[in-house]
């Protein structure tokens, strides 16, 4: 307590000053008006029992609450007590009310402060138990990184370094299945550096973007591209609004987002059936839906699918996970830019959906 | 005999350097390689090449001054190769005098179609512009530049007299990338708002009545934060 005393600042020191004359002026005022009209001076006392038990309980420390009952004893018994506007230390019964100001001033003070303690406790600890959290979740993401990174690169490396040890005794078919093997893999190795770099662009200090209004069709259209490029075979059957429509968005990660999701659908679903990509205008919001006729997610799955590493653990075999880290990376985006995003599964596959606040367009008729 | 075309390739990374080299060469093109930016602007006073590779991240030389320096004295087709993907930094490259950009990483087929892009389009800039196709074709697309007259499979398309000149724009620049500013300093006048919004309102009514699916065009691609694409012409 002492050390609170010591530390407490200017600023509280003049909060207290004026908690404590404000109450007291008050209550004096009230007394007078209670006096006048009544003359009767037994419940005066009792007004500045009350004045102290607020004083006590609004300011910080002890002293406010002592200060006021040694001014509440001198006020009642100047001003209230015969002989009127004198100070008088022999009147009966005046070391009580002295007494009982005092403890009452003490004892609230000390609940307060101890109320007060307690929360400052804790406030602490929920701080160390949510920053523990936090690197928790850093520590997942990373691990879940850097085993999705190794993946690739462990497949790169061994078929290189084997190419490189046996390449002349190997067929030219043999040849190109491995050079091709090399090209996939880098392929995904990219695919998964620009999903970890597109989230250096979600400011660190409020987790929002920068974002202009986009035309929602371009943004869906340039998606689709990048990602045929990159797997041409993929059949995706796209539909947007007739009307024209924009979106304020960081449109470079809005596009990451439809490329994880449709990538998820192609590689997950188990399902050669085109991906379906359908955007609608909603009250106002974008709606972005992204379904696939595959065998749906899985139910125990379902609630984590966002988090980022529900999936590493479970998927094996193959090599062409780590979508965990794209979903997550997917919520990430989507809560930057106030949206909502969630999954579901349908009677014939699973359906992604989510939303970008129209926003700005409502004042622009 | 020398017919072949001669390409300075300034970058820096030895390993993507000689991945260049490689392939350029195995399609017939003559390659010199710099390392930094003053070797590479020796070279391009010295060789006059037919294009010019330009790595944006260069040691000693900001590669924005690169394109500007070489802008003075040679009207050569630079292609910037960024490693970096903000939007803004190859506006200001096309701004700078860039012809076009191709973004880290890339394969050897995209490469080359720029290169063969760039190229001819300064083939056609350096002959009379006049004996240039003045028709472009490309699927069902049809554009009769003498007729101004856009069709889709043999139907005619009707369009405004600013949507025509917005796609006859991008048509003669086919195969690259036109950005906003210069697409709005053509049509609009260089005293236009550079807001680009009125640009993308008139490229969705174009795309409605010349793209099958405005979501999925086949003729005009978007490059968000930069600009507009025409595919090049099947001839």
Same mark, same amino acid.
């Given at each position: ?118 929360? #400052? ?169 992204? #379904? ?74 | ?100 950009? =191709? ?11 720029? =290169? ?35 069709? =889709? ?83």
């Amino acid at each position: 307590m002492i050390h609170q005393k010591k530390s407490m600042d200017k600023k509280t020191l003049f909060r207290n000053i004026l908690i404590t004359t404000l109450i007291l002026g008050f209550t004096t005022a009230g007394s007078f008006a209670f006096f006048r009209f009544t003359s009767n001076a037994e419940n005066i006392a009792v007004f500045y029992m009350l004045a102290v038990v607020f004083i006590a309980r609004f300011t910080t420390g002890y002293v406010p609450g002592i200060i006021a009952s040694l001014i509440s004893v001198i006020c009642v018994n100047f001003a209230f007590t015969y002989p009127f506007f004198s100070l008088t230390f022999s009147v009966d019964g005046y070391p009580i009310t002295f007494a009982a100001l005092m403890i009452i001033a003490s004892l609230t003070s000390m609940t307060t402060t101890h109320l007060k303690e307690k929360n #400052r406790i804790l406030n602490e600890q929920e701080k160390l138990l949510m920053e523990a959290e936090k690197e928790k979740m850093r520590a997942n993401l990373l691990r879940a990184v850097s085993h999705d990174l190794r993946t690739p690169l462990t497949s790169i490396i061994g078929t290189s370094s084997a190419y490189l040890d046996s390449g002349s005794s190997l067929t030219e078919e043999e040849r190109r299945s491995m050079v091709q093997t090399i090209y996939d893999d880098s392929n995904w190795l990219l695919h998964m550096v620009e999903n970890l770099l597109s989230v250096t662009r979600i400011r660190q200090t409020d987790a929002h973007v920068s974002t202009t209004l986009e035309p929602v069709e371009e943004v869906v259209s340039e998606a689709v591209s990048r990602l045929k490029k990159r797997l041409p075979d993929a059949r995706i059957r796209v539909s947007t609004p007739e009307d024209f429509i924009m979106a304020p968005m960081d449109a470079t990660l809005i596009e990451q987002v439809i490329i994880n999701l449709l990538e998820n659908g192609i590689y997950h679903s188990g399902s050669d059936a085109p991906m379906e990509l359908t955007v609608t205008a909603e009250q106002k919001n974008a709606v972005f839906r992204i #379904r696939d006729h595959g065998h749906g997610i899985r139910e125990d799955l379902l609630p984590n699918i966002f988090d980022g590493y529900a999936d590493t653990a479970t998927s094996s075999g193959d090599s062409r996970k780590g979508m965990g880290i794209g979903l997550s990376i997917c919520k990430t985006i989507i809560m930057a830019h106030d949206g909502d995003i969630w999954a579901e599964n349908l009677p014939d596959g699973a359906l992604f959906t989510f939303t970008l606040p129209l926003g700005e367009e409502t004042y622009e008729s | 005999m020398n017919h072949k075309l001669t390409v300075v390739i300034i970058e820096d990374e030895k390993n993507i350097c000689t991945f260049i080299e490689t392939a350029l060469e195995n399609h017939d093109y003559k390659t010199v390689a710099a390392h930094t930016g003053k070797e590479g602007l020796s070279y391009i006073a010295s060789l006059c090449p037919d294009v010019v590779l330009l790595d944006l991240g260069l040691p000693d030389i900001d590669g924005m001054d690169i394109i500007r320096q070489v802008r003075e004295f040679s009207a050569v087709p630079i292609l910037v190769i960024s490693a970096r993907t903000s939007e803004s930094e190859k506006v200001a490259a096309l701004d700078a005098g860039a012809d076009d950009y =191709i973004t880290k990483p890339f394969g050897t087929s995209e490469l080359l179609a720029r =290169i063969r892009t760039a190229l001819r389009h300064s083939q056609m800039s350096a002959s009379s512009p006049k004996s240039s196709e003045s028709v472009y074709r490309c699927g069902d697309l049809t554009i009769n530049f003498d007729k101004r007259l856009v069709t =889709i499979a043999d139907r005619e398309v009707h369009l405004t007299q600013i949507e025509y000149k917005l796609v006859s724009l991008l048509a003669l620049n086919a195969g690259r990338v036109l950005t906003y500013d210069f697409i709005i300093n053509h049509i609009w006048g260089p005293y236009a708002d550079s807001n680009n919004q009125i640009l993308r309102v008139n490229m969705a009514h174009i795309r409605r009545k010349m793209e099958e699916n405005p979501a999925d065009p086949k003729y005009i691609s978007t490059e968000i934060g930069v600009g507009y694409r025409m595919r090049e012409p099947e001839n």
